[in-house]
């Protein structure tokens, strides 16, 4: 269905299931022969809502039905799980960095199911935000806690609209914002308008004091290039056509979550604006953490924009 303005989601519903497709890539990654990186958490979503079309990345047997059916579909699902494995373990680098560096107050924006809070070795005293709609918070407080998991740090949920005023929201949770902090937006850019990703940085920059740190991933500018959007477009449709043949259900169409909009060079704003940043491409990352580099079709068009105020 297309997006409004206003819209909101159950997780298993429009952009809500863009976190079970990430969750199904860590789980299909953490579960691989040599994996990049390890998210239990992945799978224990998974299980929790049942079959959908995340389930054609997650379980095998479904991949292998799927491959049958269109060859370049196995491809397809081979490139998306590499793409959250170099793409989960470049942020988490990230944040090890930032509490490394002594930051102890993190917000993770879009934190969708994002397990870091329960994975990563947090050192004490340091609080985490998460922000996402109700909804989805609420779906994975619920499971997690559920299976027993315990958070590595201190949680505090904070459900809201990242189109709306969510710096009301997270200030009245207790974030301070005299404090530096480690701000992430992963997976999240291409579900914003341009004008609301545009807003949404100059709000974070006027909450991060020196010491702050940044990371993102967001559109590079082949997004939007006409001839590889609809070559992509295509593939994505071949990759849906016979992903409903395989689980005998009408597939909703993941493209019509997304805006392809041209969007602001946010590495040169956030020079501007008095962060060191920079940013690292696609191809360039899978090649870092040893992953192919598939064709320019298949190549997700994101880059990686990570920055600090000194
Ligand atoms: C692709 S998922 C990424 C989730 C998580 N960051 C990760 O990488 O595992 C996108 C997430 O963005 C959230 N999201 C998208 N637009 C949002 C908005 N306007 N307000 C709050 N959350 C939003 C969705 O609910 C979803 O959890």
Request: aromatic letters at 8%; proline letters at 6%; hydrophobic letters at 45%.
């Amino acid at each position: 269905m297309p997006r409004t303005d206003n819209d909101s989601w159950e997780i298993t519903e429009s952009v809500g299931s863009t976190a079970l497709g990430v969750a199904a890539a860590r789980a299909a990654e953490t579960e691989s022969a040599d994996p990049l990186i390890r998210d239990p958490f992945a799978r224990v979503f998974l299980d929790a809502v049942g079959n959908g079309v995340w389930s054609l990345t997650s379980d095998p047997g479904l991949a292998s039905k799927l491959a049958d059916i269109a060859p370049d579909a196995q491809a397809y699902r081979r490139v998306m799980v590499d793409f959250m494995a170099v793409r989960t373990a470049w942020y988490d680098q990230i944040f090890l960095d930032a509490v490394a560096a002594g930051v102890r107050q993190v917000v993770i924006l879009a934190a969708g199911l994002d397990a870091r809070t329960w994975r990563l070795p947090w050192p004490d005293g340091t609080t985490v935000y998460e922000v996402d709609q109700a909804k989805v918070l609420n779906f994975k407080s619920v499971t997690l806690q559920g299976s027993g998991a315990q958070p590595r740090a201190k949680l505090v949920n904070v459900a809201a609209d990242l189109r709306h005023d969510w710096p009301t929201a997270l200030r009245e949770a207790g974030f301070d914002a005299s404090k530096p902090t480690m701000w992430s937006a992963e997976g999240l850019l291409r579900y914003l308008p341009a004008a609301a990703q545009d807003l949404l940085f100059e709000r974070i920059d006027s909450l991060s004091p020196s010491g702050t740190w940044l990371a993102t991933n967001l559109p590079d500018k082949n997004a939007v290039d006409p001839g590889l959007l609809s070559s992509r477009r295509e593939l994505s449709q071949r990759f849906h056509a016979a992903a409903a043949q395989v689980l005998d259900a009408e597939i909703p169409d993941m493209e019509e979550l997304w805006y392809p909009e041209e969007r602001t060079d946010l590495t040169a704003w956030l020079g501007e604006h008095g962060w060191d940043a920079s940013a690292i491409g696609m191809a360039d990352l899978l090649t870092r953490y040893g992953r192919a580099v598939p064709s320019d079709v298949e190549l997700p068009p994101v880059d990686f924009v990570s920055a600090r105020r000194s």
